[in-house]
C-alpha cells in the first residue's frame, strides 16, 4: 500500500513539475478546455435554473372568465358552484372588479393611467385552475371543451385559456434541452481532442526518457501514470476555471434580469446550483481528460 501510495504521489509530483516548468502552454490549454466547458455550462444553468419556474407556471393550467359589464356582483358570484362542478377544474377564484383594478394600478405607469378614466372598466371574473393531463396535448383539448362550457354559462362575456402557451413552452424547453446537449457533446469531443494533443505532444517530448526508463526495468503503468495525471488535472483546472467564469457571467445577467423583473413586480435569479452539481461537473471534466489521456497514451506508446 505505501508503495502504491508512494508511486502516486511521484507521478503527481512529476505532472506538476512538468506543467510548472511550461506555464504560458499549459495556461493557454487549460484556457481553450475552460472556454470550452463553460458554454454549455452557462446554458445548463440557465436551464437548470428556468425548470422550475416552468414547472410553477405550467403546474395547473387557468382559464380566465370574464362577465360581462351589466352582470350583476350576485350574478357573478352565482357562478362558483357550476364552475367548481365541472370536470377537472381544481380550484375556481372570484376576482372582483375593485381587486383586479387595484392590482392593476400596482402595474409601472398605470396609476396614471386609470385615474383619468371616469369608471372602473374591469369587469368581475373568475379563475378557474384546471389539472394537467399526463397525454401530449391533453391540457390544451381539457381546455378547450371547458371554455366552451363556460363560456355557455349565463352573463360570460370572453374565456382566455392559457394551455397553448404553456405547452409551447414546455416544448421550448425540451427543444432548448436537446440543443444544449448537442451542444455539449460536440464541445465535451473538443475537449477530449485538445487534450489528446497535448498529451501526445508530452509523449513525444519524453520519448527517450521513457525509452530510458523502461531499461532499467520500470513498468507500463508507472510509465503511463503521469500521462493519467496531466490529463485529468487539465480537465479539472479547466472545469474549474469554467465555474468561475460561468459565476463572473452570472453577475451581469442577474443585474439585467432583476431590472427585467422589476417591471412585472416579480424576483428571478440565475444561481450556480448546489455543491453537488458543482462537484459532479468537476468530476465530469477530469473524466473527460482521463479518457483523452487514455486515448492517447493507447495510440502513442502501445510498444510500452
Known amino acids: 500500500m505505501k508503495r502504491w501510495l508512494s508511486e502516486h504521489r511521484f507521478a503527481l509530483a512529476d505532472v506538476l513539475a512538468r506543467l510548472a516548468a511550461h506555464p504560458l502552454s499549459v ?8 472556454i470550452a466547458l463553460a458554454l454549455p455550462l452557462l446554458g445548463f444553468v440557465v436551464l437548470d435554473n428556468l425548470k422550475p419556474l416552468a414547472a410553477e407556471i405550467s403546474s395547473d393550467p387557468e382559464i380566465s372568465v370574464f362577465m360581462t359589464a351589466d352582470a350583476t356582483r ?8 357550476p364552475l367548481s ?11 372582483a372588479r375593485e381587486e383586479a383594478l387595484a392590482q392593476l394600478e400596482t402595474r409601472p ?25 399526463g397525454q401530449e396535448g391533453g391540457a390544451n383539448a381539457r381546455q378547450q371543451q371547458l371554455a366552451a362550457a363556460i363560456a355557455a354559462m349565463p352573463k360570460v362575456d370572453h374565456v382566455q ?12 424547453v425540451r427543444l432548448s434541452s436537446l440543443g444544449l446537449w448537442l451542444v455539449a457533446s460536440a ?3 473538443a475537449v477530449v481532442a485538445v487534450i489528446f494533443n497535448t498529451i501526445r505532444l508530452e509523449v513525444m517530448t519524453q520519448r527517450e526518457e521513457i525509452e530510458l526508463a523502461k531499461l532499467i526495468g520500470a513498468t507500463n503503468r508507472f510509465v503511463r501514470r503521469p500521462f493519467y495525471y496531466m490529463g485529468v488535472l487539465q480537465g479539472v483546472f479547466g472545469g474549474a476555471i ?10 451581469p445577467m442577474n443585474s439585467a434580469l432583476a431590472d427585467f423583473a422589476r417591471l412585472y413586480v416579480a424576483t428571478f435569479r440565475l444561481g450556480m446550483g448546489d455543491w453537488r452539481l458543482i462537484a459532479l461537473f468537476l468530476c465530469t471534466s477530469g473524466l473527460l481528460g482521463f479518457i483523452a489521456a487514455l486515448l492517447s497514451v493507447g495510440r502513442h506508446l502501445r510498444h510500452y
Open 74 to 81: 350576485a350574478e357573478a358570484r352565482a357562478l362558483a358552484s
Open 109 to 133: 405607469g398605470m396609476a396614471e393611467l386609470l385615474a383619468a378614466l371616469p369608471a372602473n372598466p374591469l369587469p368581475d371574473a373568475w379563475v378557474v385552475r384546471v389539472a394537467m393531463t
Open 85 to 95: 362542478a365541472l370536470p377537472g377544474v381544481t380550484d375556481v377564484h372570484f376576482v
Open 242 to 251: 469554467a465555474l468561475l467564469l460561468v459565476a463572473l457571467l452570472l453577475i
Open 27 to 34: 495556461i493557454l490549454n487549460i484556457m481553450v478546455v475552460a
Open 187 to 189: 464541445l465535451a469531443i
Open 161 to 172: 385559456t392559457d394551455a397553448v402557451w404553456v405547452e409551447r413552452m414546455e416544448a421550448l
